[in-house]
Every structure is written in structure tokens, then in C-alpha cells.
């Protein structure tokens, strides 16, 4: 059995991820924040299909809480699975709010910096040491960094998302001497509760954003979590430096 370590899998796109890397026999370590009911339901999901999770806390914008991070992964890992590395690695935890670009604070700058960009950076490097060789890892990007997804009100979200793009291929081409492949996965307008469940509450925006997507619907978290799964398993063994628009075609 590989184990995983999915940051943010309590809701959205990274619950849907730990739940398709677990289905696929894998163990996986996730994290929350701020929900950790959530964390706990989706290690109840995945334990319900008879897979192996443990749900740990983590606030990626902080990262003095890093190396006290590694020491509950180590421990899992020990406890867990009586191992002392793991095989993946998914930067997914974050955070999205809309502000145009005149009223952007250097507060709110910050802050998608050090959760969007310093924070897979920082705990990547910090983790690297019980990351086995020959594993992978995939970051959740966005397509508000590329063409297709630019829309007003993005720009410093997007910008580090962008950041994380570029940060991606670094990844690769570092890593690559341990037979570790980075990839990246841009989702589109997908149904989370990003921007403060912004889609339970402004309902009205789907048929709009349907309407811009060539496959004519939002996409749903599973469409993203299954990319990912599959990027870390074998199946994408020379798939390297990637940066995956999964977005139904939006603005196509």
C-alpha cells in the first residue's frame, strides 16, 4: 500500500481527492483547518469503502506550524501503516475571494501569498525528507492563471496561483533526480465551498458560468478529483511538469 498526504480534504476538491486516491488502494493523510468535522466525515467515507485515513491538522499559512506537521505525519505513518515515508503529496488547501484589482488590501495580498504559494513551497520542502523516492506530486492550480479562466476580480489570487504553476515545474525539474514527478491541475468554476460557500449563496451565477463552459455545466469536485488520483498513479508514470486545465472548456 502508497500513502498520500491530501492537504485541505475536509470539503471540495481535495475531500474528493483523498476519497479517489483511496479507492484506488491507497492510505491517505489529510488535513483540515478550520472544519475539522469535515476532515472527520471524510475519513469516515473512506474508512465506510474499507480504505485507510487519518485526519490531521494544518494551517498552511502558517509555516511555524510546519515542523511540529511533520513530527504528526512521521507519527501516523509509524502508527498507521508501520512505515516511515510516504509516496504523495497534494497541495490542495486554500482559499479563494473575489476583489478587484483597486480595492485588493496588502492584507488580503498577504495572505493568498502565504496560504497560495509560500505554504506548498515551505511544507513540500519540509515533508521532502520522508517523501520516497519515485513518488509524485500534484498542486492544485487554477485556470484563473491561464488565458481561458481571466476574469476581473482575480488578479492576486491568480497571480499566485500562477506562481504555483511556475513553482511546479521547478518541482519537476529538481526533484526529478529522486524519480519524483510534479504536476499541476488548473480546475475551473468548480461546486466547493471556495469564497465562503459563495455557490449556496449566489446560486444565480451557475447558469451564467454553465453558459461560458463548452461541456455546459459547473464542474463538480469529483471531476478534479479523479485527475488527480490519476496523475499520481502509475498510469501517468512520464507525465512531468504539467499544468492541467480541468475546466469542461471554459471560455472555450
Known sequence: MKVAIVTGGSSGIGRSAAMQIAARGNGVILTYSANRQGGLDTVAAIEKEGGTAVALPLDVGDTNSFPAFHDAVFAALRDTWQRENFEYLVNNAGFGQMAMFEDTTEELFDKFMRVLLKGPYFLTQKLLPLMAD???????????????????????????????????????????????????????????????????????????????????????????????????????????????????????
Open 134 to 252: 519515485g513518488g509524485a506530486i500534484v498542486n492544485t492550480t487554477s485556470n484563473s492563471a491561464l488565458v481561458s479562466g481571466l476574469e476581473p476580480g482575480y488578479s492576486a489570487y491568480g497571480t499566485m496561483k500562477g506562481g504555483l504553476i511556475v513553482l511546479t515545474r521547478y518541482m519537476a525539474k529538481e526533484f526529478s533526480t529522486r524519480g519524483i514527478r510534479v504536476n499541476g491541475v488548473a480546475p475551473g468554476s468548480t461546486r466547493t465551498r471556495i469564497a465562503d460557500d459563495a455557490f449556496e449563496r449566489f446560486p444565480e451565477v451557475i447558469p451564467a458560468l454553465a453558459e461560458k463552459t463548452a461541456l455546459g455545466r459547473v464542474g463538480e469536485p469529483d471531476d478534479v478529483g479523479k485527475v488527480i488520483a490519476t496523475l499520481l498513479s502509475d498510469e501517468s508514470g512520464w507525465v512531468t511538469a504539467q499544468n492541467i486545465e480541468v475546466s469542461g472548456g471554459y471560455n472555450l
